[in-house]
């Protein structure tokens, strides 16, 4: 039904979510199996379930609680941050998953009409906040071809404007530090943002280099936020870090760590010292979820009570999904599969043949009944990204087995009906 009455401009500008279009896709074809969305195939740790299912029936649960989180959590938190992420200085406020504790940043520190940066491959959510608070502005950098790490040195680019093959073709012709030149625009760029490891790539950003970007940041004064959504999965004895100062805010998730997705909780790390920055936070925390979901918050309290050694031991485990899907993708070429060093994903190039990895997908789907993610959805078109951490060993086989199939089938004869 029509009205005279208008949508936002923001609204509609903003990209559709890629998921809802995959699941769609599924929903038209029989039997897909899905390496697609980035999710973790195990539950909350049962000790934690248990202890929740009991509290139902407790006045607390069914009220508000504190905007900021159970105190109880935060302390918790805060604890498990200056242990494990070496972060002291910092104050913490739980939120319904780190998505939203990234809306409540971007809405805390930029105004519709700001430049923010990120990298492409991009994780497309980070991407649609921006867009949906009105920051059109979005100025999207190069990640280093062979490491996927942000490469802070190279050539500019605006959003829409060109695309992740764009930089990658153009970026050595223009040289010189992309970032402190990026950052020395007038007006500066509000804020810089990363996932670490990375989504969709895998890819992850050692210290010196999130020091670097850091430093960077500092000098020009902008924002530094690190979504660190996959902080425990990391492999082949590589060592997530975080870093902290007055203008760095790190951003965390129980979804994935404890398979706590549905439980919506995550939380975020902001400098303690900056004046008014807890107090504007509070503003927006009170007007979208008022506080994180109460039973949720105390499955969380339970879950880090169980430690970080049962979500290790769990992301150990994916690592023989990995190398599955390694050499499913294998026919694609050794040298066009990439990431995978942390997080759920790999990163995967399609022949030249082949730009369009949103037809690539939906022929995957429709032939083969396997799904995995178009590249463009992060701003790296002729690309796929594949998730390792959403099936169990035997079902990863079989979903192993058809993507193979599949790229073998349009490497020798293309996209046959
Ligand atoms: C980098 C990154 N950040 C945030 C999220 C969303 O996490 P949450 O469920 O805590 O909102 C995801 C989920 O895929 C992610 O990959």
Partial sequence: MGSKAKLSKRALETDTPVMVQIQKLMRGAKDAISLAQGVVYWQPPEQALEKVQGLVWEPSISKYGADEGLPELRQALIEKLQRENNLNKVAVMITAGANQAFVNVVLTLCDPGDSVVMFAPYYFNSYMSFQMTGITDI????????????????SLIKNHLLTYQIILCFSPLIGAEWLE???????VPKLVTVVNPGNPSGAYIPKPLLLKMSDL????GAWFVVDNTYEYFMYDGLKHSCIEDDHIVNIFSFSKAYGMMGWRVGYIAYPEAVDGFAAQL?????????????????????SLEVG????????????????????ALAPLGEENVKG??????????????FPDDYEVVRWLVKKHHVVVIPGSASGGPGYLRVSFGGLKEADCEVAAYRLKKGLEELMKDGMVE
Avoid: F
């Fill in 139 to 154: 100025l999207v950098g190069p990640t280093d071809s062979k490491t996927l790490q942000p490469d802070i040195g190279k």
């Fill in 181 to 187: 030149r990026t950052l020395s625009q007038d007006p």
């Fill in 217 to 220: 940041c500092k000098r020009a």
């Fill in 282 to 302: 509070l503003k927006i925390q009170d007007n979208i979820p008022i506080c994180a979901s109460i039973i949720s918050q105390r499955l969380a309290l339970h």
């Fill in 308 to 327: 970080p050694e049962w979500v290790q031991e769990r992301v150990q485990n994916l690592i023989k999904n990995r190398e599955m899907l390694v050499q």
């Fill in 340 to 353: 995978g060093e942390g997080a759920i994903y790999l990163w995967a190039k399609l022949p030249e043949e």
